[in-house]
Structures are given as C-alpha cells and as structure tokens.
Nanobody, 119 residues
Framework: QVQLVESGGGLVQAGGSLRLSCVVS????????MGWYRQAPGKQRELVAI???????NYADSVSGRFTISRDNAKTTVLLQMNSLKPEDTAVYYC?????????????WGQGTQVTVSS
C-alpha cells in the first residue's frame, strides 16, 4: 500500500509560478513510476509529467519547457515546479504512483489539489 498527499495548489495570475509537492508513504520500495496528472472541468484526466524508476522524465507537450518534475532517491517526495502558468493550466492536479510487485502492477492516486490560473 502507498499513500500520496499533495499540497501547494492555489490561485495564481497568468505568468506566475507554483510548486506542487506530493509526500509518499507506505511501501515505497515497490514504486516504479511517479508523476502528476490533471483534470479540468468537463475533461478527461491527462498526464502532465512522469518520472520513471530510472530517473527519466516525460512531459505533456502542453507543459514541456514550463514544468519540471523531480523526485528524491528515497521516493519520499515528488515535486512539480510550474512556471509561466496559463489559464488553460487550471485543473485539479493529482499525484500518481505505480507499484510493481510479484503480484502485478497497481496505480495509486492522491486526493488532488486545485490549481487556478487567472488571466
């Protein structure tokens, strides 16, 4: 079992910055990929950024060059630094972790944190 708790959301003007933090507890040793997803009203949840167990990162085209994901080696925290925010970045942001064990893979989600970007 893995527990994820996000923080750092809020209201910011366009062009501003926010940093989201996700604290991870539980069976961290079984965690492979970690990342952030977001869901805007009336839209499907979409990938924002992901970091693999090997440290590789991948970003959605819409945030590439503006957002940076990072994770400590102990897998206790995953951060999302968001710069040059745009109104279209407004969404609930969810922390994500995938565990892999001999029994298979399982996805975990945080409760979400609201990010609102005003124009």
């Amino acid at each position: 079992q893995v527990q994820l708790v996000e923080s750092g959301g809020g209201l910011v003007q366009a062009g501003g910055s926010l940093r989201l933090s996700c604290v991870v507890s539980g069976s961290r040793s079984s965690i492979s990929n970690m990342g952030w997803y977001r869901q805007a009203p009336g839209k499907q949840r979409e990938l924002v950024a992901i970091v693999t167990s090997g440290g590789s990162t991948n970003y959605a085209d819409s945030v590439s060059g503006r957002f940076t994901i990072s994770r400590d080696n102990a897998k206790t925290t995953v951060l999302l630094q968001m710069n040059s925010l745009k109104p279209e970045d407004t969404a609930v942001y969810y922390c994500y972790a995938r565990t892999v064990t001999v029994y298979g893979g399982r996805d975990y989600w945080g409760q979400g944190t609201q990010v609102t970007v005003s124009s």
